[in-house]
Nanobody, 116 residues
Framework: LLVESGGGLVQAGGSLRVSCAVS????????MAWFRQTPGKEREFVAD????????NYADSVKGRFTISRDNAKNTVYLQMNSLKPEDTAVYYC???????????WGEGTQVTVSS
């Protein structure tokens, strides 16, 4: 079970951290990722992180502003979002999989709204 939290409303230029707690699965064995989706658009990759945390990838649109991290002791992955823009408004989903780009498990999502 993947449960996101931490979404909300923030002004442009502000910061927000979303979290995803994983239960019932061996968290440390999974690559974890964040995606986002707005109505009428396909789900968009945001960032992912390897099991150890040593390999991280970002979408160009968030590079330098967002930071993905994980705490294997807490079975939690985080997405720190800084310098937020209205175009970052979306439902943010976390995902887990055995390999990069192969995500089998998804959370329900958390809404992030950035006002201009």
């Amino acid at each position: 079970l993947l449960v996101e939290s931490g979404g909300g409303l923030v002004q442009a230029g502000g910061s927000l951290r979303v979290s995803c707690a994983v239960s019932g699965r061996p968290f440390s064995l999974y690559v974890m990722a964040w995606f986002r989706q707005t109505p009428g658009k396909e789900r968009e990759f945001v960032a992912d992180i390897s099991q150890s945390g040593r390999t991280i990838n970002y979408a160009d649109s968030v590079k330098g502003r967002f930071t993905i991290s994980r705490d294997n002791a807490k079975n939690t992955v985080y997405l720190q979002m800084n310098s937020l823009k209205p175009e970052d408004t979306a439902v943010y989903y976390c995902a887990a999989g055995a390999y990069f780009k192969n995500y089998n498990y998804w959370g329900e999502g958390t809404q992030v709204t950035v006002s201009s």
